[in-house]
């Protein structure tokens, strides 16, 4: 991006970003604490905060604090009524749709299969369909509606609206998914990769609220990752930045899809799993767990839920598969703490679900001794609090993101 000069106009409107993000971010926050916190005059606040009044994005709740020796405090906070936001996930093998208020607080989540063979137009239909019922459901009206965020699966062309060829995604080659949905439903349409839309999510009402750096890593039919740093969401130049999935983890491992080899999604996803979890209850048939009757009668009813669930419950051989599994994601965080200094990673979606403590536990215990900076401080680690519903509520977000945070991206572009 050309650095450029800017105008008062984009200087106002960063302004009112930068105000609107401090009242999001914190549970209650006076003007002169917002000033404090910004850098503006309190001339510059109090101006601001009384457009937002006046716009009803802004509330006082009828609160005040004393400070020491001052006079009482009003406090501000977002107006979660004042505004919605649809969001999409799309997986190759499941649309998921919710609408959340300002808050990013999720108010109908709708999940719908889908065939991942299925033809771009059909799944556009779908995703038009599954937005109109959760609107109903929610009985949110369209002019409250912001705006839909899409979250799909990577790479893509951010700059023209477009899915480039995403390897798990067949006939999805340079796709036009943005006009497409926004043709079918009506809506301004803000695209992103689900994993950094998930991070979004995080940055907007989950665990990095508040958080000036800190990674994401996305565990789905595949592995992504999204990075937010100094506060803003980092794309990096192709805009595809994040790709955890694919650190070489094992320099001889097996091919990956991508072109390397030992790629950490190769070595963690699903069907690994499942076919390590096999392997070793194949060579063993007398081992003590209780996935071996099931694999004994019928194999493919041990799939990765199955696993997930024995893992949670304590079953060696579930559990030491899901804790390797976390090993070779700990690999990666430590490169990510190495070279990118975050405070804090996340893990997150619908493939740890029930085994993310463990996930957790052999990730923060791998970081504890191995980056460089260990004795300066301990990078934290934490699984998302919105679970398995990250990238949806992540794709909600990104309309809430685009709206109202202070993006520095958008102050310097002409």
Known sequence: MRQAGTNLPKVGRYNRS?????????DGISRVEIAQHTGLTPQTVSGIVRRLLDEGIVREDGASRVASG???????RLNADAGSAVGLHFDPVELSCTVVDLLGRPLVVRKRPLDPGADPALVVKAMAELVAEVLAEAGVARDKVLGLGLATPGPMDLQHGTIVGAPQL????????????SEATGLPVTLDNDATAAAVGERWSGAGKGVADFAYFFFGTGVGGGLVLNHQVYRGGSL???????SSVLPD????YCGNRGCLE?????????????RRLADDPATVSVLSRPFAQDPASVDHAAIRIAA??????????????AEHVASVAVDIANFIDVDLIVLGGHGIQHVESRYVDVVAAVLARRPLSRHVRVVRVEASPLGTDAAVVGSAALVLHATYSPRLSALLAE
Do not use: Y
């Open 18 to 26: 930068v105000v609107l993000d401090q009242i999001q971010l914190a």
């Open 70 to 76: 001052g006079k009482p405090r009003t406090t501000l």
């Open 170 to 181: 067949a006939h999805w080659t340079h796709v036009p998914v943005q006009r497409m949905l």
């Open 240 to 246: 595809n930045a994040g790709e955890f999935g694919h």
């Open 253 to 256: 491992g097996p091919e990956c």
């Open 266 to 278: 190769r070595l963690v996803n699903p069907s690994a799993i499942v076919a390590e979890v096999h």
């Open 312 to 325: 949670a419950a304590g079953d060696p051989v579930a559990a030491a598969v899901i804790d390797a599994t």
